[in-house]
Structures are given as C-alpha cells and as structure tokens.
C-alpha cells in the first residue's frame, strides 16, 4: 500500500501515486503557493505549531511501534514495482521561500537565504558495471603441422566511449574503454576532508604509539614472523618509535615513548633483554639488501624494489687546443659514489603497495552539466583526467593492439612517471647539501600524493656534483692547464645526462617498450608501461635538463622565443611565437654531434666561434640529451616534460619583482609611504589556520620571507596599498593589483573548467597589457633607485665574481643605480604556458616545485642522523630504506591484524578519531584589556571534539560559561549593542525557529557562552572543509543575503560575531529544546561603491548605524556559509559615530590607539583562498546550493568570447617595449640571483600538510592561542 504524501489518499502501488500526482489538486495548491508566497505567511505559524504538538503526541506512539509497517510499501508483484531512473544532477528544486513572522512591533525582521550544502560523496558511476570477465588465452589445438601463413594485420584500435552516470553536482565521466576497475574520488567522505577538526573513520587506537599513528594492536601477534625481520613486536614499536616524524626529542616526544610504548599493556620487558641497536639495524639492512636470500618473506616483501646501488660515473674531458682521435680518446672523469634506485624496481614496488588499489589505470575525460539548457563544460582536476594522459594511453593501444590481437589477455595500462629534483641546504651551518631527484606517481591522486605522511614520494637518487679536485685531475691530465669555466659549466651538463644515462638502463627500457607484467595491488595482472609527463624543477636545472643555454638568446625550454620578445604576453604575436615549440629532432642531434667532434677531435673551446655558429641560434649546447638518446626512437619529445613552475616563476618571481618594485616607487614618492604601508600590513587581520598568517612589522623590507608570505602580500595588496600614491597613479595601480590577484587565484584552482580556463587565458592578456602600460606610463614619473637589500647583494655578487676572477664591473659598489620593472624574464614569459600546461598535465598544484620541497624534510631530517662524514648520503640512503621498511611492516600487521578481525569478530563499524583537547595554561603576562562578560576568556579552554563532515557545524555543549540575561542587559543598559529589546530581538529569533514569543521559556533566564563555532562547507573542487569562527580573532562570517534579490544585487551579507551561545527553551511547558544561535553587529554593502570583476575592485563594506534596529541581531548558525576575510579600508579613515562606546568592540579592536572607533569602510578579500575566489565566481562545481544566488555575478570572460584581444582592448600594434642594453645586462646579473634558492624560501610550514599554506583551515584544538597574541597586540 502507498499514500500520497500531499492528500494522504491511499493507493495499491507507488506506480499508482505517481499518476494520481499529476492531476492531485493537494500538489497543485503547494506549487501555486510556492509561486505565490506572499501567501505563505499566513499558514507559517499554525504549521510549526501543528507540527510541534505533533512531535508532543508522538513520543507516546513511538514506544508501541508498528511491527507491519515497514512491510506495507512492498509491492505485491514484480511488475507493480517502482523502478526508480537515477536522479537528474542539474535540476535543481526551487529555493525554500521563508517568510519571517511578524513581530510585537509589527517591525519585519531580516533572515538570510536558507542554504543547504551538498555532501561531497556522490558517485559517478558506470551504470550497470559488470564484474571484469576473466581473460583466458585459448589453449592451442592440437593439429597436423603445415605451412606458416602469415598473421593476420590486427585491426586498428578505435575507442569505445563508455559514459557513467551524473552524479548530484552534475558531473559524469567519458572512459575511452570499459575499465577493468572504476576508482570513484568520490565515493568515501573520509577521503574528501582536508581540515584536521574533521573526524574521519579510522581504525580503533590501541596503547603503542604505533596503534596512534597506523591502528596497530600488538595483542594480536600471534605469530612473530608478521613483525620480521624483527624478533617481536616490542622491538618493533621501539624501532618505530626511533624513526618518528621528529630528530629532536623533546618533551611531548618523551611522553610518546612513556605513555605509548613503555607503558603499554601488551609491552614486555623481557623481549629487551640483550638488546642492541646496531644488531637491529643491521637486521633491517639485511632485510633489504639484494643479496640476501635467507628468508623466502623478505625476499618477497622488502626486496621488490632491489635497494640503493652505488656506481660511478665517467664523462670525457676537453681542452683547448688539444686534439684526440675520438672523443673516447679523450681523458675520462670518474664521479663515484652516485646513490641511486632502479626505476622498474621503484614501480613495481609502487603497484603492489596498498596505496595501488585506488590508483587510476585507464584515463577519462571528466564533464560538468550545470543546467539543462547549458552545454557540458570540460572539467580537468588530475593528470589522469588530463589530455596528455588520455592521448597517451589511445596511442599506446593502437600501438599495442597487435599483441591483444595476438591473445595478449592483460590489460593494457600506463604509469605516470612525475619528476621533482632540488638542491636543498641539509644544515644552517656549513655548506652541506645534498641534491635529491624524487619520483611520483600521476596514477594516484593528487589530493594523496600532495601529504608527505603518505611517503608517496619515491626517492630515486641522490645526484653528486663534480669533485673539489676537479682543477687537479684536470691539470693533471692535460699538463697543468686548468679547465675554463665554460669547461666546468659543459662538466656539470655532462654530469648530469651521464646519471640519467645509469637511471635509463636496459631495464628500464625494455618496461618502456613492451611493458612489465605485474599483478597489482587490486589484484588485476596488467601490463603496465611506465611514460614520463612532468619534470618539475626551478629554472637553472630545467636549462641543464633541457641542454639549452641559461638566459641566453632564447630562453624557455619549451619554445624558441627570443629574450627580446619575451614582454609581449598576453598578444597574438606572442601567441605565434610561442607556436615554434622545441622539438627533439634528428636535425638537433646531428648539430650535436657536429660540435663534439669540433671540441673533443678537433680542439676547440665549449664557446668557440666554430660551436657558436652552429648552436647559438637555438641556444642549444654542446651535450647529448640522455631522454633524447634513449626515448627519441619512440617519439617521445623531452622539452615537453618541463612544466612551469608556479612557485618560483609568479610568488618569488613575477609577483616578488612588482612588489620589490613598488618598494623603490614608494621610497621615491618620499613621505612616510613605506611606514604606512608596513603599518597597514600589520593591521591586517589573520584568516584561517594558515591561509593569512599575521604580517612581519616591516614587510617592505622582505626579510625572510617565504613563497608562501609573497602570496599573502599579494591577497592583502589591494586596501593595503589604496590611496599611498596620487589618485591616477592609484588607479593604474589597484587596476593591476586586481589583476594579479585574479590570476593568481585562476591559476592556482585546484579544478578547471573550459571557462575558468578561458578566464586564465583572458586575465593573462590583461596583465600583459597592464604591466606593459605601468612600466611605459607610470614607472617614468619616479626615480626609482636601488634599495639598501640590493645594493648589499650586488656588492656580494661583485666579491664573489671576483674571488672568480671575473672581471669587476664599473661604478662604485656603495653606490645606488637606478632600477626599472624588467619585463624581460623567462618568469614574465611562462605565464603564457599555463593554459596549455594545465589542458596537458591537470592543475599546476599537481606538479608545483612545492612538493619537492615539502619531501626535502625528510633528507634534512636523515642528515642529523649521519656522521656528517663524506659520505653521508650513503648514509642518508640506508635511513630512507629503513623507514620504507617500517612502514611496510606497519602495513603488513594492520592488514592481518584487520582480516583476523572479520574472521574472529565480525566487521565493525569505524570509530570516529578522537583527540584530546589541549589544554592552555593562563599566560603570564597580563591582558591588555578587560575581558567583556559576554566572551569566553582566551585562557580558558573549552572540549570540542572533531566534528563529523556530514554536519553543518558544532559549538561545544558544555555549560560552564553562564550569561544571565537580566543581569547583563542591566549592567549595560546604557549600551547601544544591549538595547533595551534584547530580550525580545532574541525571542524574536527564537519565534522563527519554534513558534510565537509568548509561549517560550528561556530556562532560568540565562544562555550559555562558548568559545568557538566550527562550520563545515563543500568547496569547489567537492571537498569537504572547516572553518573555526570565534569572537577573539576569527569573528566575520558571510550568509546568504538577507535583503531581496530586487534590493541587492549582491547575493552576500556580512556580519561580525560578538558571542557564540546556545540555550535551553522550553515551548508550552513541552519538552526542551537546545537552541543555538550568534549575536552579531551586522555589516551593510556599499552600493554606491562600483565593484567587481567589471570594475575591478574589492566589495566594500560598512556598519549598519547603531540607530537601525537592523544593526545588531541574532542569527541560526546554520545560515553561515563560512568565515569572511574582511580587511579595512584604510584610506577612508576611522569614524566613532557609528556606535558609541561599546561591548561590542571589547572583543575585537579595530585599533589599540581608538578603541571606540570603527573604520568607515572595509573591503571583503575575495582573493583570500581558492573556495573563496570561486564564491564570487559564482560557477563553483561544489557550490550547487549557492549558484542560483551567485550566477549574476559571474565575469565577462565566462561568455567564452571569441576575440579576447578586442574585448580587453589589447593594441596589436605596439605589442612589445623595447630591449635596452641596459636591460639586458640588468637582466643578466639579476635573475640568477632570483633563482638561487635561499633557506628561508626552502621553508615549509611545520604542520604535515601539502595544500597547507593556502587554503588550511584552522585546526581544532589552536583557537585559543592566537588571542594570546592579539591581546599583546
């Protein structure tokens, strides 16, 4: 049997109800209502109230429960059965329409929009997706021999496209073939949460350290073997224990070893007994070691990868004026020592690890449908999804269809080789460095790979440099002439293709050509081919990988621009240039070959006119390409593997020179410019948990400072610099500050889309033309000089040329030169890339140098665990096979431990982790400022559990901190935030949540305060993240708009919240209900203010005025779409007129010198973080529920225009600015101090997280510690 929700007839199928729908004139009265709701108001009140007595009715019913019920929706027969079609993902129902009730005043209260947010676990899945059927070769027939034929030609493959179903945001997936096996990124919440105050399913915790980290429980080992090489598991965890995340044994490191270790219920003294360290390290060693074979299990679980192989290294030395019979005649330089893993052993490790099972082998195209009128958009989120990978793996099966012809039965798959090298300082003191190449796999996401704690990056060699005695076994070999430095810079080049010729080995290249058959971790035989796609470094290795010449005539390596024409970004001649890409030719090679014999044969000198002549026109060098020799018969072109960089070419390149450059505009300009600008930084408040970081006192000076504190200059840039130069001058400024901004948020997306990567591609013409017109128009009406940082590092250049022997350069070394914007970089020049780029390869955080960065902790890490000695990488390289060897154990017991569980427990549901709250002593030093009654101390803290993702949000429900009501307005009823309503305002908000005033009971006239409200929200990309609102530091949030869409077109509003409370109500003597809710002063939008992506300029904010009733308020923290990063506008001054003398400012000053002051005008930072970008975007994927308010909001450049150039007004004509001599040896002695890379820039924020520099949210248990600061402050 089955009702008709709406008129409760009652019918024999749901078929039946469904028909009945149509023509149901209960259905048709709640649609005409929801298209009419000036009638809505009517019906509110009595229906909550209905609705609420039925809920006081009902608690009887529940305990005597139908038994039949849930049998009476059943259909009798198959046929009467309602076979439910999937949901459409694009249809979107019409907005819940509230109508607020009217109040005692008859005053009509402003509510925001309802919002609910969309879970980011929706699949899109392969309707009907069989199990893979089993390949079985036929076995062959037995028959009387005869006569070979020849084979039949196998016929040519041609895709099958295989579309999945939509999944709720509208998203599907076209598969070139049916996959063996779908990976849904989608399917597992846990896997979609990036903030550390969200709970995830983990495995039950256990008394070891071990337990905390990998959900171990010792207790379980009933077999020894399950720890080897190991004797037992007490050894085991103290092993474990020793190679943890820290080298510094500090206090909470102690505490591990004694509560998690020694204390441990399962830990066995005896099992120490005898004990020595080196015998269990060597017991590791053994295990690992190639060449040991005393155990059938170590063989097959530690040995896959075959350990670290030391070799040497031979390249032939030149000379001048000294000939040979053939460059092996030559005199040869031995390297020893390069440290080094093999690449088939390194993959075939990698594929039967676990992390394996949810790799992507076949590659797809990902699309979004946002409406049904709209066409579907393209959507590039990882390589896997990428063209490069999807054209690759169609060329590989065409190629390969002839072995499938053949009775091939293994699937046919492609490993994604991605390649990051550096060199990295291993100590503050000294000059030790060691430079690592790592390797990760494009196969696995990049949300996984992107966290040092998933160890997905494979290190795979440690590459030596030329030796200290270099001069002497030259001078030696060639009669005591020493070698010329462009001798030495042909050695280092040299150097490194000769490693790379030892990585590339048979091996490898057989697994290149016809693949490596291997069963993977999911438990699918495939044939596996491994293909190189990135190669991530900074700009002078990516010149020594690609055998060009540094900042020579053309400068990028992966096209043939000339240096000269490098500023012309952004134009259509630019565009042509770029066209004449690099390409590994048999022309290029012969040209190489040509001058090698003139330098080793003949004598002649590295730049001698003869090799000139031949190689300078394409700035090519006189080495042989190791990519180029083994991979050119296959096709494969290298110049395309090196990605740009978009930490080193925009944060500490394009960005960091405008920057630098503005700091010589504002000392030019004279006045007090400089202070005000570091004062107005200062003044800038933090966001998040490491997404604005609080600025250094003087940020013009760029001390220490980081990629990641250049990227928060430049968020903050545009209030901070308004108003410092003359209003043209300002214009042109805030003009070009929006733009950098707005492409650096574009570039950075985490998920594209063909508009967001025509908005790049727009934004990029733009800001070529606009920082063309700053350099020709406003850079002229200042003097700009050098400034005292840069005239000190141009004197440490001078010394260190000299101790060189290079010639001096002219002029004195105090004195200050001049110094223009220099448009002529390869930095400028690789902006043009990123469009492409990203179509190739998926975003530019998936390939970012970043990584690379965050893995050198690891080597820095084993270097305070060497003897410092001269071989310190061997050593370094035998402590990263350990910890691979721990980890590897860890994993091996939890998967036994796991499967004994089912066998012997059954499964188990996951236990949320929980982690306890830290606990924050009273700080010594007194707080400058009396803390107001209505807000949590600092000092005190306050239990807030990880919250689950699938809720909106959580504030704790603790009731230690009691406000009562009477009490409070009395002791500040001379306060404009406690009018004398208060009572009523919250009763009134309370009437919008239960029913009408009159009949609640606030019990015993007191709230309860909290300290934080953490609200989680779906991003973008559809992750699931948090963030942290508390009244201290974090306190403006951003709702729905309150005012109808025919008051605003801004679909926002802003509040500041002054406390975060719940409490108990009571309805008509019924059952009580916990309520929580914000009291906020309410921010209003500028509409006289033109802002936006047409205008380019920020939202501006003000407060409401303390006489409008709608200045303060409460608000349901369900209505909150998250956390606002509001900035003031600090060139429209302070005003007290707003609100006079108040409580409502106590918990945040604007500044310590006007504490009764507000700022006229704030500015909303749509720059703050990506999710934040695309809010205002208003075509963020993951933003389903907000995109029917934000839609108007969308740039110009969403319409997909067909002639940029014409739409930003981009002049053809003059597209590029003159290359002055000037510039050009500015540019010579000034970019390869750009891309040295300096300790400071080689930091990494402490915490173990990837993505964490820009878009972490605050984690749980550090809300109290910032205020601390802010009190100093």
Known sequence: MAICDACEQTFSTKHAVRIHRITCASVLADWELVCNPQDLDQRTVSSKRARLDDELNKEKELTEPNQDAEWEDVPATYEDADVMSPPSPISQAPPNIFVPPPTRSGRVCKYPKKNVDFLPNSSTRIPHMPAPVPRIRPAPKRVAPREPTPEPAAPSFEPTVVVTLPNEFGMYREYPTFPEREIDDFEELDNLCNAPGLATSLPKESGSRLAKAMGISIDAALASNRFAPFLNATVFCLMHWFYGNSNLKSVQELDHLVKNVLLAEDFRVEHLKDFSAQRELARMDEATSSESHSSSHSQTEFQRDQGWINSTVKISLPCEQHQHASEDAAPVLEVPNVYHRSLVGTIKAALQDESAELWHFTPHRLFWKPSPSSSPERIVTKIYNSDAFYNEYINLRKQQNQQVHLGDAHEIAIVALMLWSDSTQLANFGNASLWPLYLLFGNQSKYVRAHPSSFSA??????????????????????????????????????????????????????????????????????????????????????????????????????????????????????????????DTQQRRDRIEITRKWIYVHGRGVKSTRVEDILQDTSAVPTRNAFSIRLSKFGFNYHSMFVPDFLHEFELGVWKSFFTHMMRILVAAGGNCIQRLNWRYCKVATFGRNTIRRFHRNASDMTKLAARDFEDLLQCSIPVFEGLLPPAHDKVLQDILFTLCEWHALAKLRMHTDSTLTGLEATTRRLGKELRSFVSKICPQYSTKELPKETAARARRAANNAKKGKPAATGSLDAKTSKMLNLFTYKLHSLGDYVKTIWLFGPTEGYSTQRGKLEHRRVKRFFVRTNKGCKFEHQISRHEHREHLLRSIAARVLKLEEKESRENLGAKEPQSSARSSKKHSRPSKKISYVKPPHIVATFESESLPPLSPSEHHQMSTSKRYKLYIYEFMNNYCDDAAVTEDFVSRLEDHFLARVLERAQINILGDRIYMHKVLRVNYTTYDIRREQDSINPRNHCNIM???????????????????????????????????????????????????????????????????????????????????????????FNSGMTDSLLPPSIARRAYWEDDDYPDHDWNFYYVNRFVDRDMFVRYLGYGIGHKSTNHYTQHMRPAYFGLYTNLDEELGIDEAHPDLPLTAEQEAEMEASEPEDDIESEEEDEEDANDNGFVGEDGEEPWDIDDTEAVGFADF
Not at 485 to 507: Q, Y
Not at 514 to 541: L, N, Q
Not at 1114 to 1123: G, M
Request: glycine residues 6%.
């Open 458 to 583: 494979h290190h795979i060699a440690y590459l030596p440099t030329l030796p200290k005695m270099l001069q002497d076994i030259y001078m030696k070999a060639y009669n005591g002439l020493t070698a010329t430095a462009a001798t030495i810079t042909h050695l280092k080049r040299e150097l490194m293709h000769a490693i790379w010729l030892i990585l590339l080995d048979e091996e490898f290249m057989e697994a290149y050509e016809h693949g490596i058959i291997i069963k993977c971790a999911d438990g699918i035989t495939r044939r596996v081919f491994p293909r190189f796609f990135t190669y991530s470094a900074d700009y002078p290795e990516k010149v020594l990988l690609a055998t060009i010449r540094y900042l020579a005539k053309c400068v990028c390596p992966r096209c043939l621009i000339q240096k000269r024409w490098v500023s012309g970004l952004g134009t259509h001649v630019d565009g042509q240039r770029r066209s004449h890409i690099r390409l």
């Open 1039 to 1129: 709702t729905l708009s309150r005012d109808s869409e025919a008051d605003t077109d801004h679909p926002y509003s802003y509040a500041r919240v002054l406390g975060v409370f719940d409490a108990d109500v009571q309805y008509n003597g019924g059952k009580t209900q916990r309520l929580e809710f914000l009291w906020v002063r309410w921010f209003e939008v500028d509409h006289r203010f033109r802002a936006g992506w047409a205008a380019r300029r920020l939202d501006r904010l003000k407060f409401i005025h303390s006489d409008s009733p709608d200045a303060f308020g409460f608000l349901d923290p369900s209505d909150v779409l998250r956390a606002s990063h509001i900035i003031p506008s």
